[in-house]
């Protein structure tokens, strides 16, 4: 039924704060931070997230006209609270209430998974952090 791809879903729910937490015990929040530690340190700064999700964009855009809009996941509309879920979720970060999400405005939108994830607020998630988050989900 996830036709539209598990990616797209989930950097989806990486942008929306109102409905992660009820998803992510279906699906792995922490899937943006893999392979975003570009520098390799051991770390994922929020600027190696930012630019982990900003490098789904294009994922998410399957029509590939710039922007994410409901257009891009026609089956949603087949499953009401997932349609739903998908106009919470590009409300939040459609800064201009045009229902398209650009990618500006995905660079500008909040990144609660990443708050929740630096638990001691110090602008990085480390390997622990990405642990004690995965573990607090059954993930
Ligand atoms: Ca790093
Ligand atoms: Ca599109
Ligand atoms: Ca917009």
């Known amino acids: 039924?996830?036709?539209?791809?598990?990616?797209?879903?989930?950097?989806?729910?990486?942008?929306?704060?109102?409905?992660?937490?009820?998803?992510?015990?279906?699906?792995?929040?922490?899937?943006?931070?893999?392979?975003?530690?570009?520098?390799?340190?051991?770390?994922?700064?929020?600027?190696?997230?930012?630019?982990?999700?900003?490098?789904?964009?294009?994922?998410?855009?399957?029509?590939?006209?710039?922007?994410?809009?409901?257009?891009?996941?026609?089956?949603?509309?087949r499953w009401p609270q997932l349609s739903d879920r998908l106009n919470a979720m590009i409300a939040e970060a459609d800064a201009d209430k045009d229902n398209k999400v650009t990618r500006a405005e995905l660079a500008k939108a909040p990144a609660p998974i990443f708050d929740k994830a630096d638990a001691n607020h110090d602008g990085s998630v480390s390997k622990a952090e990405l642990a004690a988050l995965r573990a607090a989900h059954g993930g």
Do not use: C
């Open 1 to 77: 039924m996830w036709t539209f791809g598990r990616t797209a879903l989930i950097t989806l729910l990486a942008l929306a704060p109102a409905v992660a937490d009820a998803q992510v015990r279906q699906r792995d929040p922490a899937a943006t931070f893999d392979g975003a530690d570009s520098n390799k340190d051991g770390q994922i700064s929020r600027a190696e997230y930012l630019a982990a999700r900003d490098s789904r964009f294009a994922q998410m855009d399957k029509d590939h006209n710039g922007v994410i809009e409901r257009a891009d996941f026609p089956r949603a509309d």
